[in-house]
T-cell receptor, first 115, second 115 residues
Framework: NAGVTQTPKFQVLKTGQSMTLQCAQD?????MYWYRQDPGMGLRLIYY???????DKGEVPNGYNVSRLNKREFSLRLESAAPSQTSVYFC??????????????FGAGSRLTVL | KNQVEQSPQSLIILEGKNCTLQ??????????LRWYKQDTGRGPVSLTI?????NTKSNGRYTATLDADTKQSSLHITASQLSDSASYIC??????????????FGSGTRLQVQP
């Protein structure tokens, strides 16, 4: 009964380093999302995947890349980390991307600090 | 611009007391509005969803209201408990022509319940 699992929970990077945040869901959901959460701001969508093999940019995609490896897994990569990418990152999934009524199930978050 | 504004930003109440959190939105067109609860260090969890035709919906001690004409929603917590200490996030969904969901998140209200 894991739901959405994100790794790592914490990471400290130096400016210019790269890293990948991993996300997996076991609910057979079609849609998966990556959000970032910054103090005083609402969650902002980085990338979205409606189904395996498809990805779309969200509100703040610059500096990020994603891979929908299969139906279960959706990874977020920072190729050259910048201090502005210091944030808490949340992966989420939902049963359908087409209906506004579906519930997002979130992971526990990954706290990233870029020095 | 599609926005979701929540008030107050933070709130401290004594255990057993009631409180009401506010959400005003300018998102259009409107599909639904959902309240999430986010415990510290965890991802948001859905509390309740309101569609255009619904005025009130309850989930235990949580009651959400929606006035689609004035674009306002409230979340009322009755007989607060220490476990209610969390951030409460209002999320408004727009239907997208392409099928890609568009959610706008409020920045949340931080509630602290004290003994």
């Amino acid at each position: 009964n894991a739901g959405v699992t994100q790794t790592p929970k914490f990471q400290v990077l130096k400016t210019g380093q790269s890293m990948t945040l991993q996300c997996a869901q076991d609910m057979n959901h079609n849609s998966m999302y990556w959000y970032r959460q910054d103090p005083g701001m609402g969650l902002r969508l980085i990338y979205y995947s409606a189904s395996e093999g498809t990805t779309d940019k969200g509100e703040v995609p610059n500096g990020y890349n994603v891979s929908r490896l299969n139906k279960r897994e959706f990874s977020l990569r920072l190729e050259s980390a910048a201090p502005s990418q210091t944030s808490v990152y949340f992966c989420a999934s939902s049963a359908s991307g087409g209906s506004g009524a579906n519930v997002l199930t979130f992971g526990a978050g990954s706290r990233l600090t870029v020095l | 611009k599609n926005q979701v504004e929540q008030s107050p930003q933070s709130l401290i109440i004594l255990e057993g007391k009631n409180c009401t959190l506010q959400c005003n939105y300018t998102v259009s067109p409107f599909s639904n509005l959902r309240w999430y609860k986010q415990d510290t260090g965890r991802g948001p969890v859905s509390l309740t969803i309101m569609t255009f035709s619904e005025n009130t919906k309850s989930n235990g001690r949580y009651t959400a209201t929606l006035d689609a004409d004035t674009k306002q929603s409230s979340l009322h917590i009755t007989a607060s408990q220490l476990s209610d200490s969390a951030s409460y996030i209002c999320v408004v969904t727009r239907p997208e022509v392409t099928g890609r969901r568009a959610l706008t998140f409020g920045s949340g209200t931080r509630l602290q319940v004290q003994p």
